[in-house]
């Protein structure tokens, strides 16, 4: 049976969701981000990107493209409310699909032809979100995910595209081999240096020339300019690891406020541990001094996920990393090796007590939030404040403005 996949994505996601709030912000350029000098942009309205502005610019750049731009922080907990909004939709009328981003949905529809037509379906699914949303979507319909995805980008804004089986090659040819999902700026640059600027140029080289010039992932991009992509509709991610990391606005070099925000991070990852029943049996610190340098170690550890053995560990790789004495620009950590499991009780060190203080503090977490009950050490930082538990299968909620 022929595969049919609909990509869907919900157009420029966090400044739709702003226009859902404000009114008065439809059809005025607009930026969402970090509003500091060194903030970046998650979202761009349609209206800036004529001034060359896209995500993932520095905003001081966008500002300078667009003066006249409106410049809103945002808030993940609000798109996180109105992505599970759309996902409550999809999970409705659809019997299997795959979140791959806060904004991004794959569905398989194969097999809806012989009952319904999967175009049609894909296409009431559409003005349904659109009309209990009041948010903008475009979807691709194609044999495959990155046909279907390509063909969404291509449909936008707000609108709609399918590639009939065996068009694949034929629709993607006169594009360029930017939109190639896979390619990004680096490897655009590499294949301009070659001469090549559409993916037609792509369908004609052998695969093997591909490889010769960038090793495996030439043969993946090779596969997909040619329209190929076995990839499954995976309906559920469990996660390998999680992590957090702050850019600070100004670079410091305060050894008792990194400490603490370490200190804030590592709480705060170890709740959300405990909260998804997992455990960590390898711990990472990272560091980004003033000159861009950046430095990581890790440690193994017995699986665990409670605080006084976390920290103590964190501290200690912190110790031994921070060693350049040069004002630091980013810090971040990272709990790798997850399984799941509860806490385990040791018999030489652990009381009843402090075992009743982490399911108190936890319970309070859980009623009132992430940031209610936090250490003194870490009151001078802010903690990561999720919204929703990282272990529920859905990818994180992703912005710009994570700094401290």
Request: charged share 25%; with cysteine; proline share 4%.
């Amino acid at each position: 049976m022929t595969k049919t996949i609909l990509h869907i994505d919900l157009d420029t996601f966090y400044v739709s969701v702003e226009r859902l709030l404000d009114r008065e912000l439809q059809n005025k350029p607009l930026l969402v981000g970090g509003t500091g000098d060194r903030g970046v942009v998650a979202a761009c309205s349609y209206e800036t990107r004529g001034f060359g502005v896209h995500s993932g610019m520095p905003m001081r750049m966008a500002k300078e493209l667009c003066p006249e731009a409106i410049v809103i922080r945002g808030n993940a907990g609000t798109y996180s409310k109105h992505s599970d909004m759309v996902t409550e939709i999809i999970k409705e009328h659809v019997p299997l699909f795959e979140k791959s981003s806060i904004d991004e949905f794959y569905a398989d529809l194969t097999g809806m032809d012989r009952f319904f037509g999967s175009y049609k379906y894909a296409t009431e699914l559409r003005h349904k979100i659109i009309e209990e949303t009041g948010l903008p979507i475009s979807f691709g319909l194609s044999v495959n995910k990155v046909v279907s995805k390509v063909a969404t980008n291509e449909a936008k804004p707000n609108n709609q595209l399918k590639v009939d089986q065996g068009l694949e090659k034929i629709f993607l040819a006169p594009l360029s081999i930017k939109k190639i999902p896979m390619v990004g700026d680096k490897t655009y640059q590499t294949l301009r240096n070659l001469g090549l600027r559409q993916v037609r140029t792509v369908q004609e080289m052998p695969m093997d020339v591909m490889q010769r010039v960038l090793g495996k992932n030439g043969g993946v991009i090779w596969k997909r300019a040619n329209g190929m992509d076995n990839t499954p509709v995976i309906p559920f991610c469990d996660r390998k690891s999680i992590s957090v990391e702050r850019t600070f606005d100004r670079d410091t070099i305060d050894v008792v406020k990194l400490k603490g925000i370490l200190i804030a991070m590592t709480e705060n990852l170890a709740y959300q541990l405990r909260r998804g029943e997992k455990l960590t049996a390898c711990i990472a610190v990272k560091i980004r001094y003033s000159d861009f340098n950046t430095y990581s170690k890790q440690l193994r550890i017995p699986y665990t996920s409670a605080d006084h053995i976390l920290i103590p560990k964190i501290l200690e790789l912190f110790k031994t990393l921070y060693n350049r004495r040069l004002l630091v620009r980013l810090v971040g950590i990272r709990f790798s090796h997850l399984v799941s499991g509860n806490y385990q009780i040791n018999l030489f060190e652990d009381t009843e007590e402090t075992l009743n203080l982490y399911n108190a503090m936890d319970t309070i977490r859980n009623r009132y939030g992430d940031k209610s009950v936090i250490r003194a050490s870490a009151m001078g930082s802010r903690t990561i404040g999720r919204m929703h538990n990282p272990f529920n299968g859905q990818p994180p909620v992703v912005l710009a403005h994570r700094k401290q």
